[in-house]
């Protein structure tokens, strides 16, 4: 399910971004993680991207400082070497490992967010918290979990609620 722009807007509360992802930049993106994204991400990528959410929530952008496709690349890598450290039983998880897809990283205490499909065409959204060695799986959606953490409502164990909202990474070549 998408969500309208101005919705986000509510939450953020700054003007988005003006220059949209290129539609190859997405492309690559998709063809990398083998399925389509979710709408409701990818305008927020598309409206937010290559900005830190509270100061300390990256999420990266197709055409940004640190391309999506290279962020989603690094972020697997680390996924497949720090993941058996947390479950001792990678059957017991309720998605496989190879389907969550990168979407974003915490830089105040290096926890990792994931999107992950659903049955029915719903997704989850996994976050993995490093310092924790916990894996917590929010289910309602990238908009659910995003306007949780924007208003300040649900807010993952740890995480600081910062202002600004959202703010452009540094050096963005988006601004």
């Not at 058996?84 to 830089?107: C, M």
């Not at 105040?108 to 924790?132: A, H, N």
């Not at 164990?157 to 601004?175: M, Q």
Request: overall charge negative; charged content about 25%; proline content about 11%.
């Amino acid at each position: 399910m998408g969500m309208p722009e101005g919705m986000f807007h509510d939450v953020v509360r700054v003007d988005p971004w003006i220059r949209p992802p290129r539609p190859e930049s997405w492309a690559a993106v998709e063809a990398w993680a083998g399925i389509e994204l979710p709408a409701d991400f990818k305008e927020f990528v598309r409206l937010y991207g290559d900005g830190l959410v509270m100061r300390h929530l990256n999420v990266p952008h197709p055409d940004g400082i640190d391309p999506m496709i290279d962020f989603m690349k690094r972020a697997r890598r680390k996924l497949d070497r720090v993941l058996p450290d947390y479950v001792e039983d990678l059957r017991s998880l309720s998605f496989g490992p190879a389907d969550l897809v990168p979407w974003g990283y915490s830089n105040w205490d290096g926890d990792d967010c994931f999107l992950v499909p659903r049955s029915g065409g719903e997704w989850g959204v996994v976050v993995i918290f490093r310092q924790l060695a916990r894996i917590v799986t929010y289910e309602g959606g990238f908009t659910k979990f995003i306007t949780g953490v924007l208003s300040g409502q649900e807010v993952p164990t740890g995480w600081p609620l910062f202002e600004p909202r959202w703010e452009p990474i540094p050096g963005s070549p988006l601004v």
